[in-house]
């Protein structure tokens, strides 16, 4: 099992309110990943970093925000939550070889009314 | 258009015979494929890499092929256990800019 912590893994929140999704990691990984998953779907990259003070775009569009100010810490940001965010969000690490073998946390399951 | 294929229909086998899936791409130019397991409501796990210039891979009960010539990976499970039932993900770690490109994966259900 991976040591990657993702909280809270359910919630559920009316529209407008700012949430944020937390991801941490003791595995001393400099590289992080969210994802967006829903169910029968593929996984869509939103958000990645390649170490502190690194973030970056992924390919889907996404009104959500990330930080990395620790190397083990990459919270996720939405600031008006709307029912097009329901979804399974998923947080990722990596250690910088070659291959991105990704580890993976439980997930948050998102649900906007 | 680049895609990564999976068969999304939910492939059954009975216990105790050889599974096999199958992950097809299109105009990519993958350094590695990797396959993972997902569990429901739980993230990818981990299982096996397999390089550009390698044809096949073994760990255990698992077995993956690559052609890059056909652009295809076959993903085999011997033995086949209730247990290895889940949702099988292919993806692609493209050599241009070593991002992780996923597919849709196939549900795999192993019958007692």
């Known amino acids: 099992e991976a040591d990657i912590y993702q909280t809270p893994r359910y919630l559920v929140i009316g529209t407008g309110k700012k949430i944020t999704l937390e991801c941490s990691q003791t595995?001393?990984?400099?590289?992080m990943y969210w994802y967006q998953q829903d169910p029968g779907m593929e996984l869509h990259l939103i958000h990645y970093s390649y170490g502190v003070n690194s973030t970056e775009k992924g390919d889907l569009s996404s009104e959500s925000t990330v930080s990395r100010i620790r190397t083990e810490h990459f919270p996720l940001t939405l600031e008006s939550a709307r029912p097009s965010h329901t979804s399974q969000y998923l947080c990722?690490?990596?250690?910088?070889?070659?291959?991105?073998?990704?580890?993976f946390g439980p997930g948050t399951r998102l649900t906007v009314l | 258009s680049q895609k990564i294929e999976q068969n999304s229909e939910a492939l059954n086998i009975q216990e105790g015979k050889t599974a096999t899936l199958t992950c097809n791409y299109t105009n990519y130019s993958p350094a590695y494929l990797q396959w993972y397991r997902q569990d429901p409501g739980r993230g990818p796990v981990f299982l096996l890499l397999i390089r550009e210039n390698e044809k096949e891979k073994r760990k255990e009960r698992l077995k993956v092929t690559f052609d890059t010539t056909l652009k295809q990976s076959l993903f085999h499970i011997t033995a086949s256990q209730p247990a290895d039932s889940a949702t099988y993900l292919c993806?692609?770690?493209?050599?241009?800019?070593?991002?992780?490109?996923w597919g849709a994966g196939t549900k795999l259900i192993i019958k007692p």
């Open positions: 993806a692609l770690l493209l050599d241009s800019n070593y991002q992780l490109i």
């Open positions: 595995m001393g990984h400099d590289k």
């Open positions: 990722a690490s990596s250690d910088q070889g070659s291959t991105d073998t990704q580890y």
